[in-house]
């Protein structure tokens, strides 16, 4: 019977609590959110952080407000939650596109946004979706809040900038017009973790793609962007041509690897054939052709 | 075709009733081996194997046994010290329970901590040192007979090499020569890749043992309760008769709760050496890691046919891992189960098999997952042949299989390796199947998809099974014939309570069972109580596997009911003042002839038989009577399915749009219930054809030991299935009917795969292995596809 | 540590680990064993149970995690002796074979006909794609939540059912 070991739990009630357990602490906490990440973790026993500091209870982490030209999402915000929210769809089809296809609905119900850009698996599919829709995260410390940005938020696999005696709170969006963005993921079965999936968001001024974020996730690209890609569309025109050239740039620079999800030649294959349709989604929405 | 039995017989209890055992499962109330909670009860962990094949130099539990709730630690040699380091397979091979020289699979058992919660045995197992030096593995079963090939089991006496057996069927010569003049032949490698059955339910055991009244008492997952008393007593030399083993509700089996696992002779050692009960549940890495696999069969196959489509032959070649173990679960004197049974539903001149059996360093199992003893492989290997042939030929592969169906007049027919089917009408499933498909409107749509480079594959499969193991004369497990007994107590006011040998898994046996004994004493199903799965309230008989309860333990139900009903018959005689020749058994009653309004129902008939009545000379009192039923023959159900796919080329991804299954299983007794045992093969089909499969590293490294790694479908991969019946009852069972839990499992993968193999026909794709995830459909058309069985490099 | 939550109405306190899985505060201290566990990852669902208002796998949450909270087991998805549409649709559609699935199956069938009366094939389907029966191959368990909407349809104002806990 997997369990998790021994640990000490305390229940954090805002976010000076929970920055004063932390420090507390130190190291040998983590913060437990969902804890759809971390328990299993621990029941594998592949963690064993000494003491929880479960911040279910900080219910002013749980939003997702419009503030003029950006979306604002509680670290606390459950998947379900961001799914069902139409501000969000509305602005951010990509969120839809990604949710709907993140583990199940079950997970979905106390998995939380934050969590899973602090959990840093290099399979995250919100973590793409960000770094395609150029977010920024805020971070609470000791010493007050840092903005930043969601191309520098990993430090690695497993890894974020977030310190130990820090709290990751939210997520921003920038909401521009012209927009249109969508997601495409690959998986052996519903409920899977991506073989590769593909994000990407895109403004249009006409036929000339005047920004775009590409969003990658397991194959090991660098901040889960493809930056070589999106450097490419900049300024071109919209056609087929180019957004199956971008899919190419896209998969020539990441660095999948092999494993029982698909042999590394496949998963290039993928982040170009998904990085091309996906982009394709994204124009047709941002000219409105499609939901 | 009509059976005995069966001729214009009224339904009677017969039909699709809502089950019995359903109201205590909703209500969350069934009782698993989990929720078995005693007094004073102890909870077991068991150590196992990080590495694949390695000597075991030193086990140091002393710091386990300062933790202050551990009671006890078994390790290998505690239990070498009882005689008992080892136990016999199911094969007649020996199985370490706990390991003492070496450890020849990842995740093998080497020690057993009993603690007072199941927290503390857990964490108890990281205070256990063992010291290994590592072996190098036998991984890749196509080198396990290598010159240079480690020896996997060096415990056994004159062993030079991997091999557990060389073994075959069919007629050699006659097979070559119809190879050597055919016209056309054709032949592929393919594996079916090691599964696991995965019940929700994982295995465990509850053992209590008594050290004053000398007793044994075993809660356990077991579909084999009687074979399991039997197992433990030649184990422990614990006598039988104080041996009782209850198998409570089982979370599904499948074949994984046939075999003895060490763990619960571990829980049943524990609990003498404690005297205590303990309770040993395994965790989901420990079922898929080390509990009984499945298939695992590395094959080529060939077929012979003329140019016309005649199909003439079939042969093939095996190479079979059995693991470290040969644990397989099987009548004993057919080490490849009834694989022999691979010339499927043709009419064919000759045939011929070899399967050699390998000692890899992976779990030990093979006969597991509702397979029918290996007909799913034999049925996988000739329905993929009879593919490639329609290839070949480009010929239709319904037609070609149409052409080439035994007809009904042939039944019953010898195959050539020697089965005999015992009923059939084949052409008739199959233009069943067409029928309810639109098979040629199917065929027109994917022309035309294709000409707009979508890519859209028909599958079909015909199967035949041989199931309800089995004759006596030829079927045994470790010496005990596969007979089955029932016991049946009719009661003063006419209920009924019936015992069998068998063991639900979730087949519905409460309320089947009570349908055949209702159906043949005028009763109501409710009138009867089935009791099964505890040895001391049940008799003898091999349990629950091969799709041989309703073929064999309810052939026995039947002929007690028959039994009973006979009885009645006289007891009525003397009722009515009558001689029996003048009472007919008409609508449930015994009637008076010329006189049907007069009669007695058995519950009448059962209050006369307990009361003062005179009854003839050598009439005993009561009603109750008992049966053994040892089958003539296996039964052989058929089934022709039709499964449509959808293939995104530039991802791999596969969707399965339908799946259109006939199946004939003879009588129906309750059409619901066989109807979900078809839903649930079918899921297996698409779950082992794009998803389950277990490889393993080149260490030896378990690929697939968690539901993360090891995919079972979901909801949303299994389409809502089309079903359809033909009736061809069985000649030679009671009431005509066959077995039905195994057919779809059986039959369904190669639907499957014969689909997405004619959807990327236009690739020049011959053949793909199972599972074809999305990597490996995108490799088959690459033209590079990957082992299943091995690390995806 | 301390935990108080209220499990199908009644309220229970328990001293646990803080370690301790809400599913084996269920089973093994609170002993309602209806609640299975059949994996190691998260990944089968037949530990589901409802957390306040939502189905959550409670082999994923720890006991504590649920401390004043409101848990609903398939203990209490009946109301008295009359069972709730969702029991009685698996058993008139043969929603289940050996059962053990079934708990979790049917607390988030319930959920989703709180949430949506009137489900499609697939949405029943797609609410269910987090838990694994490895016996009906979920057609008669779509039948089963499909049977209930409509049963619940032509009842009315089942809304409330079983929304209690
Ligand atoms: C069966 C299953 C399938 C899944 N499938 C997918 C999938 O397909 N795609 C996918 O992307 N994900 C998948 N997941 C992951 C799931 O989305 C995440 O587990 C979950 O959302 C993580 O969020 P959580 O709130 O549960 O995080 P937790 O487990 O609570 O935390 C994860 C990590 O983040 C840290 N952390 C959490 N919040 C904060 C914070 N505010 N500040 C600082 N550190 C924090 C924790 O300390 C921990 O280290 C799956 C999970 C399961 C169980
Ligand atoms: S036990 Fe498998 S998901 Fe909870
Ligand atoms: S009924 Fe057995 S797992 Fe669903």
Redesign the interface.
């Given at each position: 019977m997997q369990v998790p070991a021994q640990v000490e739990y305390e229940r954090a009630g805002s976010v000076e609590h929970a920055l004063t357990l932390l420090a507390r602490y130190g190291p040998a906490a983590r913060v437990l959110a969902g804890g759809h990440s971390l328990i299993p973790m621990m029941k594998l026993r592949l963690a064993q952080p000494e003491v929880l500091i479960d911040i279910n209870g900080i219910t002013d982490l749980c939003y997702i407000n419009l503030t003029g030209t950006q979306l604002r999402i509680g670290t606390l915000t459950r998947h379900a939650q961001l799914l069902e929210s139409s501000v969000a769809g509305e602005h951010f089809a990509i969120l839809h596109d990604a949710e709907r296809v993140i583990a199940d609905p079950i997970v979905r119900n106390w998995g939380t946004v934050g969590g899973s850009l602090c959990q840093a698996d290099p399979s995250e599919d919100l973590s793409a979706a960000f770094a395609a829709m150029k977010g920024t995260m805020i971070i609470h410390g000791p010493d007050g809040s840092r903005e930043v940005s969601a191309r520098e938020f990993h430090a690695g696999p497993y890894e974020t900038v977030v310190g130990s005696s820090e709290l990751l709170t939210e997520i921003r969006l920038p909401i521009r017009p012209g927009g249109g963005s969508g997601y495409r993921k690959v998986s052996r079965r519903a409920g899977d973790w991506p073989v590769v999936a593909a994000g990407a968001a895109l403004l249009l001024d006409g036929d000339v793609i005047t920004d775009a974020g590409i969003g990658l996730t397991a194959v090991g690209a660098t901040h889960f962007a493809a930056a070589e890609a999106e450097g490419f569309l900049r300024g071109r025109t919209a056609t087929p041509q180019t957004l199956a050239r971008a899919g190419q740039i896209a998969a020539e620079n990441c660095r999948p690897v092999s494993d029982q999800r698909g042999p590394a030649d496949y998963k290039r294959h993928l982040a170009c054939e998904l990085t091309t349709r996906v982009l394709g989604v994204a124009v047709a929405r941002a000219r409105g052709l499609t939901t | 075709m009509t059976g005995p039995g069966v001729a214009g017989q009224e339904t009677g209890a017969y039909g699709a009733i809502?089950?019995k055992?359903?109201?205590?499962?909703?209500?969350?109330?069934?009782?698993?081996v989990?929720?078995i909670?005693l007094p004073g009860m102890l909870h077991g962990?068991i150590l196992r194997s990080p590495l694949a094949h390695a000597r075991i130099i030193s086990v140091d539990a002393s710091a386990a046994l300062a933790h202050p709730k551990v009671e006890a630690v078994l390790t290998g040699a505690d239990l070498a010290g009882r005689g008992l380091a080892w136990m016999p397979t199911l094969s007649a091979d020996v199985q370490a329970v706990l390991a003492t020289d070496k450890v020849r699979f990842q995740g093998q058992e080497v020690a057993f901590v009993v603690a007072q919660?199941?927290?503390a045995?857990?964490?108890a197992l990281?205070l256990i040192a063992v010291e290994y030096e590592p072996l190098p593995p036998v991984i890749d079963a196509r080198t396990a007979l290598a010159e240079d090939a480690p020896l996997v089991r060096d415990d056994l006496a004159g062993r030079a090499d991997n091999r557990v057996f060389d073994w075959n069927a069919g007629d050699k010569t006659a097979t070559d020569a119809v190879f050597a003049t055919a016209e056309v032949t054709v032949g592929c490698d393919m594996v079916y890749p090691r599964s696991h059955?995965?019940?929700?339910?994982?295995c465990g055991i509850v053992a209590a043992s008594d050290a004053v009244t000398g007793r044994l008492t075993v809660w356990s997952t077991s579909q084999a309760p009687h074979a399991h008393r039997t197992l433990y007593s030649v184990i422990t030399g614990l006598p039988e008769h104080k041996i009782r083993i209850v198998s409570p509700?089982?979370?599904?089996g499948?074949g994984s709760k046939v075999p003895v696992y060490p763990g619960y002779l571990c829980a049943i050692v524990a609990s003498m050496v404690t005297g205590r009960p303990v309770k040993w549940?395994e965790?989901?890495?420990e079922n898929l890691m080390s509990t009984a696999f499945a298939r695992d069969y590395h094959m080529h196959g060939e077929i012979a046919a003329t140019a016309d489509g005649r199909i003439l032959g079939v042969r093939a070649r095996v190479l079979a891992d059995h693991g470290a173990f040969n644990a397989t679960a099987q009548p004993t004197k057919y080490p490849a189960g009834f694989f022999h049974i691979f010339t499927g539903s043709y009419d064919l001149q000759a045939a011929f098999c070899e399967v050699t059996g390998v000692y890899t360093n992976k779990a030990p199992g093979g006969v597991a997952y509702s397979c029918s003893f290996r007909v799913t492989e034999a049925v996988y290997l000739v329905e993929r042949l009879v593919d490639l042939l329609a290839r070949e030929l480009e010929m239709d592969p319904a037609q070609l299989r149409m052409r080439n169906l035994l007809r009904p007049e042939q039944f019953p027919y010898t195959c050539p390796t020697g089965w005999q089917y015992d009923s059939g009408d084949y052409p008739r499933a199959l233009a069943l199947a067409m029928d309810l498909a639109g098979y040629q409107e199917l065929r027109r749509e994917q022309a035309e998809r294709r000409g707009r480079g979508e890519y859209m594959g028909i599958g079909i499969s015909f199967f035949t099974e041989g199931v309800g193991a089995g004759p006596r004369a030829h079927m045994d497990i470790l010496g005990l014939g596969m007979a089955d007994g029932a016991d049946l107590r009719v009661h003063p006011t006419g209920k009924v309570v019936l015992a069998v040998s068998v063991q639900t898994?979730?087949?519905?046996h409460e309320t089947t069972f009570a349908q055949l004994v209702a159906h043949e004493l005028g009763l109501t199903p409710d009138d009867v109580e089935v009791v099964h799965g505890d040895t001391d309230r049940t008799p003898f008989g091999l349990g629950t596997y091969g799709s041989r309860s309703t073929p064999v333990s309810g052939a026995a139900a039947v002929l007690a009911a028959r039994k009973v009903r006979d009885r009645a018959r006289l007891v009525a005689a003397a009722m009515l003042e009558l001689s029996p020749d003048d009472l007919d058994w008409l609508d449930g009653k015994w009637r008076v002839r010329g006189d049907p309004d007069r009669g007695a129902g058995i519950a009448e008939i059962a209050m006369a038989a307990h009361s003062s009545l005179e009854l003839p000379d050598g009439v005993e009192g009561h009603l109750d009577a008992s049966a053994v039923y040892n089958p003539p023959n296996l039964t052989f159900p058929f089934g022709a399915y039709i499964c449509v796919t959808d293939v995104d080329p530039?991802?791999?991804?596969v969707t399965v749009r339908r799946f259109i299954a006939v199946d004939d299983c003879g009588v129906r007794i309750n059409p619901?219930?066989v109807?979900?045992q078809v839903?649930?093969?079918?899921?297996?089909g698409i779950g082992m054809a794009?998803?389950q499969a277990i490889?393993f590293d080149e260490n030896g490294n378990c690929?697939?030991g968690?539901?993360?790694?090891y995919?079972?479908?979901?909801?949303?991969?299994?389409p809502?299935?089309e079903l359809g019946a033909t009736v061809t009852p069985s000649p030679h069972h009671p009431v005509g009917a066959k077995g039905i839990g195994e057919s779809a499992t059986v039959g369904s993968p190669p639907a499957v795969v014969n689909s997405v193999v004619d959807a990327l026909a236009p690739f020049g794709v011959r053949h793909a292995d199972m599972p074809l995830?999305?990597?490996n459909v995108?490799?088959a058309i690459q033209g590079r596809p990957?082992r299943p069985d091995l690390?995806?490099? | 540590m301390k935990v108080t939550l209220t499990v199908n109405g009644t309220e229970y306190a328990r001293d646990v680990e803080p370690r301790l899985l809400l599913i084996h505060l269920l089973r093994d201290e609170l002993g309602l064993t209806g609640s299975h566990w059949g994996c190691d990852t998260s990944n089968c669902g037949a530990c589901v149970v409802w957390l306040d208002d939502t189905p959550v796998k409670s082999c994923t949450v720890l006991a504590v995690m649920a401390d004043g909270r409101r848990v609903l087991t398939v203990e209490g998805l009946a109301n008295g002796a009359s069972l709730d549409p969702v029991q009685q649709g698996f058993a008139q559609c043969h929603g289940l074979q050996c059962g053990f699935c079934t708990p979790g199956m049917m607390l988030t069938a319930r959920w989703l006909l709180n949430n949506n009366p009137h489900p499609s094939p697939y949405q029943v389907r797609e609410a269910i794609s987090g838990q694994v029966c490895r016996c009906t191959g979920y057609e008669n368990i779509v039948k089963a939540v499909l049977w209930a909407a409509e049963y619940e349809a032509a009842e009315h104002g089942a809304a409330e059912h079983g929304a209690g806990g």
């Open positions: - | 809502p089950r055992e359903d109201a205590r499962f909703v209500r969350g109330q069934g009782t698993f989990d929720d909670s962990a919660d199941r927290y045995a857990r964490d990281e059955p995965a019940p929700l339910e994982t509700d089982l979370g599904g499948f549940v965790d989901r890495s898994q979730g087949q519905g530039g991802t791999g991804e619901m219930i109807e979900g839903h649930r093969g079918l899921a297996d794009l998803m490889a690929l697939g968690s539901f993360m790694d995919l079972l479908p979901t909801a949303l991969e299994c809502s299935p995830t999305p990597a995108w490799r990957v690390a995806v490099s | -």
